[in-house]
């Protein structure tokens, strides 16, 4: 069993930036691909950024490459997502997920999810 806890989710104007974090129990993080996600009112959720297992390979959704970049300490079993040059359209709750011994990621194989953080951009 896995929790995942994520934070530093907040309001924010547009341009600024952020770093979400997630934390995570057990002693097996570091078998476990992590990723984030996110949905927006009204929205589906959708794919941000993912990491594997090793941290030697990562994975971005267009929308936000080159401003977004995901990280982990697989010492203190904790995911990081650093959000730059961040836009209204980034408003939404944003989840983090473990999926374990999978890559590439996709949400239908996430075996664990958090409950998710608020980050509001506004214009």
């Known amino acids: 069993q896995v929790q995942l806890v994520e934070s530093g989710g907040g309001l924010v104007q547009a341009g600024d930036s952020l770093r979400l974090s997630c934390a995570a129990s057990?002693?097996?993080?570091?078998?476990?691909?992590m990723g984030w996600y996110r949905q927006a009112p009204g929205k589906e959720r959708e794919f941000v950024a993912a990491?594997?297992?090793?941290?030697?390979?990562?994975s971005y959704a267009d929308s936000v490459k080159g401003r977004f970049t995901i990280s982990r300490d697989n010492a203190k079993n904790t995911v990081y997502l650093q959000m730059n040059s961040l836009k209204p359209e980034d408003t939404a709750v944003y989840f983090c997920?473990?999926?374990?011994?999978?890559?590439?990621?996709?949400?239908?194989?996430?075996?664990?999810w958090g409950k998710g953080t608020l980050v509001t951009v506004s214009s």
């Open positions: 997920a473990a999926d374990y011994q999978e890559w590439p990621m996709h949400d239908y194989g996430v075996d664990y």
């Open positions: 057990g002693r097996t993080f570091s078998y476990y691909a």
């Open positions: 990491i594997k297992w090793s941290g030697g390979s990562t």
